[in-house]
């Protein structure tokens, strides 16, 4: 397809469809993983909808971006918290 | 996807933006708001949290953004709206100004008038293991399927309450997940009898009926509630899903080896930012919406809410409530202020029709009266904070319940947790603050406040910030 685009999860690249979620280019990844919990859980994509803030994640260096929020864009690089 | 690529095409206008009215929300009501104000003649903002147009309800809806999303973002392009998708209203200002966070980044937008559109989220309850990998908000996973999270060959469990578990079910099953049962909390009879009075709404009856034939062979069955979600590792209080146990009221169990569950127990309306705003709010049953009169204009006089905002009732009231909150927000500007907005009356009924359906939605599929039974200690009642139900159930009001266990002070502020421990008893509506939600009305970065011109901070101090 002409308008995909290539973006890295935790340093892998994966191509995706223009407009991706970025969370389900985690999950195309294998890596459906968001956000650290504060007692130290691996959370996931909860809600879909920008209200759980589970699907955080580090894009283009700025971190806490909902997964489920932001459309992927050609060169992105996306980083989870590590755990 | 033709959608997101025509909507970033929009992009491109300043971080700081003046407009005469600011419509928030890009759903069905948002979409109609934006495109009346527009064609009587007045500048139009429309602001959206999501990277593309049509709220959870049409991007949930397989194959509609194409049909009812674009040619309504082609008529906007056309009407000179800008449209403004990743864009977050953080903090309305005394003066008007929105300090906004529009792709991460601040902005800021003066409107002299606001029509709120954004919608409603899903109630979504704890239940002991809600936080595995594998178990979703219904809608939420039928959005990101949608978007192209994978779904394809897994088995998946829908359920708890409401007519949408349906719509749920179907986009799951055409995008290729083995549905393999919707378990409704309402009991069988209750499912019949919601179905013989849908014969009063005939296009409700219709959308059942094509739902249900879409579902064929997938079984569908009334009186199961949730008891837990196990994980693969027993041991493991954050292994991924792999059973669900469902309950009978009388007692009776049976579990299911799943791969996915979506959860969903009807939706609450967004009503933060018109709270922030001063907006009057009331509860009607279990659903706090903000008070707007027959024009949608709500007790502040710049302020309009359209949609879910005014109680839950679905996309074809929101695509009328909308039309008629956008013409009333354009009319204050363009004409003596003596007069009364145009009205329409199909919209009007086509919004009070839809009221009444969603009346008895809300007496079909009421949230569970027996929440705190369900919860067990450890039960994480917030998942934000991991708050426990132990940690939590010994305090008489949510204020001593956050200043000791941070519950409810994470994330979501209090959006899920909120809802849930009013639900369970702990928090009667009349217990609650007249005005709980303190800006930011989202998480933001501590910069973006201070990207804010000085005139336009307010006393308000910021409740959190990363």
Known sequence: MTNDVLVHVDGCPVRVPAGTPVAVACAQAGAPDGRLSASGQRRHAFCGMGVCGECRVTVDGRPHRLGCQVACLEGMRITRDAG | MNAPREFMNLIGEPADLATDVAVIGAGPAGLAAAEAAATAGVRVALLDAAPVAGGNVWRARAATPDTEVAPRLRR????????????????????????????????????????????????????????????????????????????????????????????????????????????????????????????????????????????????????????????????????????????????????????DLAVSWGLVPQVELAESLGCALAWRGHERHVVVDTDQRTTRADVFAAGEQGGVAGAAAA??????????????????????????????????????????????????????????????????????????????????????????????????????????????????????????????PLSHVLALPAEAESDDAPARAH
């Open chain 2, 319 to 444: 695509l009328a409530s909308g039309a008629i909150a956008g013409r009333a927000a354009a009319h204050d500007l363009i004409a003596d202020a003596q007069t009364d907005p145009p009205v329409d009356l199909h919209d009007r009924q086509r919004r009070d029709r839809a009221a009444r359906f969603a009346a008895l939605v809300a007496a079909t599929f009421p949230p569970p009266a027996d929440l705190a039974a369900r919860w067990r200690d450890d039960t994480l009642v917030c998942r934000c904070e991991d708050v426990a139900w132990s940690a939590v159930r010994a305090f008489d009001t949510p204020r001593e319940a956050k200043m000791a266990t941070r519950c409810g002070m994470g994330h979501c502020q209090g959006r899920t947790c909120g809802e849930a421990l009013r639900l369970a008893g702990c928090a009667s509506p009349a217990s609650l603050p007249a005005r709980p939600v303190r800006a930011p009305i989202v998480p933001v």
């Open chain 2, 76 to 259: 906007l392009a056309g009407l000179g709206v800008v449209v403004m998708p990743g864009t977050r209203v953080v903090w309305p200002q005394p003066d008007g100004t929105l300090l906004l966070e529009r792709d991460g980044s601040p902005a800021t937008l003066r409107a002299k008038r606001i029509v709120l559109a954004t919608g409603a989220r899903e109630r979504l309850l704890p239940f002991p293991g809600w936080t595995r990998r594998g178990v979703f908000g219904a809608g939420g996973l039928q959005a990101l399927a949608k978007g192209g999270w994978p779904v394809q060959g897994r088995r998946v469990l829908v359920a708890g309450t409401g007519p949408l578990l349906l719509a749920a079910a179907a986009t799951l099953r055409r995008a290729g997940a083995h549905v393999i049962e919707v378990a409704f909390e309402a009991e069988t009879a209750t499912l019949a009898g919601f179905a013989m009075r849908l014969a009063a709404f005939p296009a409700r009856a219709l959308d059942a009926l094509t739902l249900r034939a879409s579902l064929a062979g997938v079984p569908v069955r009334g009186g199961w509630r949730i008891v837990e979600a196990q994980g693969v590792d027993a041991a493991d209080p954050a292994s991924p899903l792999a059973q669900v146990t469902l309950a009978r009221a009388n007692g009776r169990t049976r579990t299911l080896e799943v791969d």
